[in-house]
């Protein structure tokens, strides 16, 4: 995340709470600034604008995601990815300390570019990971269109209605999602996209 003064942090929270009831453009400064406990003036030589707090945050919080990304990059693709990887978790670990601000961007008054922005994102990081993976660009878009829709739901699932499971747990069932395919027994395994017949459902 990036370097975030206390009263931006004030800033950022108020933004926020008021995002659960008020579409972003029609979030009043002055309503920033009275939950913040700041002056406008204050507002102003940290911000240029109620949208620009959001945008800042999305930002932030997709390059946490890619430097998780890129070390997870670093490992090789095997048998391992079944089991709940440091990366994983770690990515739930992020979404769980931002919950409250995630679900308000995910709201009806959040930002509704956000899902989108965070799927691509997350498409582009599953594409390069499966990269050698047999199968055609094709096979391998389908997939992941696929299990990024049922990742994006069982997040939100997550987050809104059963906060209490464990990162961890989370992140078990999310490898096997993404990675199961791909072992599905010794004889199929890693023939997935190519040969569509694995009894992949």
């Given at each position: ?92 670990e992020v ?39 047999p199968g ?55 023939e997935f ?9």
């Open positions: 995340m990036r370097e975030i003064d206390e009263t931006e942090m004030r800033i950022e929270d108020a933004v926020f709470d008021l995002m659960r009831t008020t579409d972003i453009p029609d979030i009043k400064v002055s309503d920033v600034i009275a939950i913040a406990g700041v002056s406008r003036s204050t507002f102003y030589r940290h911000f240029k604008n109620v949208d620009e707090v959001v945008k800042l945050f999305e930002a932030s919080l997709l390059d946490i995601m890619r430097t998780i990304n890129k070390g997870a990059l670093k490992g090789r693709f095997g048998r391992a990815e079944l089991e709940p990887t440091h990366s994983m978790i770690s990515r739930m979404l769980k300390e931002y919950r409250e601000k995630i679900l308000a961007l995910n709201s009806d008054h959040g930002d509704p570019t956000f899902t989108h922005k965070a799927t691509v994102f997350m498409h582009e990081y599953f594409r390069f990971r499966l990269r050698d993976v055609t660009d094709v096979q391998k878009d389908l997939y992941l269109s696929f299990v990024i829709a049922g990742h994006n739901n069982l997040i939100q699932y997550w987050l809104e209605e059963r906060p209490e499971i464990d990162p961890y747990e989370i992140a078990a069932v999310l490898n096997r999602l993404y990675y199961s395919a791909f072992f599905l027994n010794e004889k199929t395994a890693r996209p190519q040969n569509p017949m694995t009894g992949v459902v």
